[in-house]
């Protein structure tokens, strides 16, 4: 079992990491947005659209962080929420992905990037904290 100290850091340190490659691509994803925010014919439904994109990305990185603290067990609780929030969001990208206007194709290599960046941060810090001893595994 994890000591509550030591289940504590991982947590921490765990939030640092995710934190860093949500904030290097979210400026990423200001620029596709201040891109689409410019264009002249922004309608309402649009306008619509662009900020369920943004509540739905954020609802899914806080979703994917919970996922990975309940793996870790550096949290408790159950996994179905956060699941469910995983699941509507990629049903709801799949479905807008048709949207001409803010052409979500552009997001391919953001996100492609953002996948890549988080699997090699999370990995690295689950293969370290699992060799320092102090994790308990």
Do not use: Q
Not at 29 to 48: A, C, E, N, Q
Not at 59 to 70: D, E, G, Q, S
């Amino acid at each position: 079992m994890v000591r509550e100290h030591s289940r504590a850091e991982e947590e921490k340190e765990l939030d640092r990491r995710i934190d860093l490659v949500n904030v290097v691509f979210g400026a990423a994803l200001g620029g596709y947005i201040g891109v689409v925010m410019t264009r002249k014919d922004l309608t309402l439904d649009h306008s619509v659209v662009l900020t369920l994109v943004l509540v739905i990305t954020v609802c899914l990185l806080v979703a994917i962080r919970n996922i990975l603290h309940l793996w870790r067990g550096t949290k408790s609780g159950t996994w179905k929420l956060p699941l469910l929030v995983v699941v509507t969001g990629l049903l709801f990208f799949a479905y807008v992905r048709g949207d001409a206007y803010l052409d979500l194709a552009v997001l391919i290599p953001i996100f492609i990037g953002w996948v890549f960046a988080f699997v090699v941060v999370v990995s690295a810090h689950m293969l370290v904290g699992g060799m320092d001893g102090d994790n308990g595994r």
